[in-house]
């Protein structure tokens, strides 16, 4: 198989996915494990009972027998390659939880999510996204995890993002054969085209009028190089958004792709914490993080600052001086009359998304990379306000100041040891 591809690391399928588009199929789990083990690829897969969308008592059929098929494939499967685990249970997150639990118990190289693909055909990103959120939730984090038939390319750094490590899918053939030419942010049928979107080097060489001329075979080759070509041109702008530390900004770009999409990532929120873990936040390369509106309050780097600041705040000087960051940042001359009247206070500054932190950190990752709409939505603001109540209810602190600009419509607790100053 190494000879025939000309790859050096190759990964073969069982067999289940017929099983998914046909009801049945001519091939026991034994028979899918020896021919593996025979054509000699790198990774392997046991022949599993895939879910697809079935109502919940064939559905934990379904969840019961890949784990018997699992379990049964342990003592035939050898360690010259890696095995893969399929995980069944689909929408049904107790069936999920069992096969994911019981597929840990068996100890397999990696684990798989299982038939995924007709979620994917009707654009039922939300699910699909909660069932990768789970599973990631459960594994180990030592164990790579893959996603079975990830067909459009614009799903790839969500997936990515919610841990997912290897992809597979026959999407850039099949969407050929029907004449579907895969965009970066869109499928289009090749009729529909009059120009030809992508600078790959079927489209530089070829126009529309040129491949319509072609015998069909012909022009699904060339169709199906194209696509690749997309698939591939993904991978690489999701690895260089990570490089860049830009990963969620990128999963922002890429939402409004298709309103599905669009929706999917609005429930991220509901990831927060998981994302916050996933995420690096100091980098040799690191880069400004983009702020845009309330949604940016889940932003994965945004949340590791603030829970850091929560921690150093706790010891607070008894007076201070409470200053808007992005003036500061932009023309400190304007508040230095603030300082100077207020020399004994300690300054600290307050930023939307942020916060209120320290002066020492005013140079410092994430404060000073960062670029931000400077028009607030109310639900920005609404956060900062309560952070600013919350630090100011620290007990040490016996006379603060603080100054407001034109534009932040602030709620500031009113309180004896306080002094607000408007400009």
Known sequence: IHKFTG???VMSDSGAYQLLQYGDIDI????????QKKI?????????????????????FTVEETIRRAKEAKELIDDKRLWVYPIQGGIYEDLLEKSVKEGIKLDYDIYAIGSPTVLMTEYDYDNLFKIIYRVKTLLPSNKPVH???????????FAVALGIDLFDSASYILFARDLRYIGFNRTYHFNELEYLPCNCEICRKYSVEELREMNKNELIR??????????????ENTKQAITEGRLWEYLREKSYSHPALYKAFKNFKNFSDFLKNLTPFFKVTQKAIFLYDSFDLYHPKVLIAREKLKEMNKNVEEKILLLPYLIWKSNEKVLEKYVRKFESHKIYFYA???????????????FFQSEMNDKFDEEVLEDLSNQINNFLENKKIKE???VIPKGYVLRIKSRKNLLKIYI
Do not use: M, Q, W
């Open 28 to 35: 026991t789990n034994r028979e899918a494990i020896e021919y």
């Open 352 to 366: 939307p998304y942020f916060g209120v932190f320290k002066f020492s950190l005013r140079a410092t990752f994430p």
């Open 147 to 157: 996603l079975f038939g990830a067909g459009h390319a614009h799903l790839i750094p």
């Open 40 to 60: 000699n690829t790198d990774i392997s897969v046991i022949l599993d009972y895939p879910t697809g969308k079935l109502d919940y008592e064939n559905a934990k």
């Open 7 to 9: 790859f050096k690391k």
């Open 222 to 235: 060339l169709l199906a190089i194209h696509n690749l070509y997309v698939i591939k041109k993904e991978l």
């Open 400 to 402: 603060a100041v603080i």
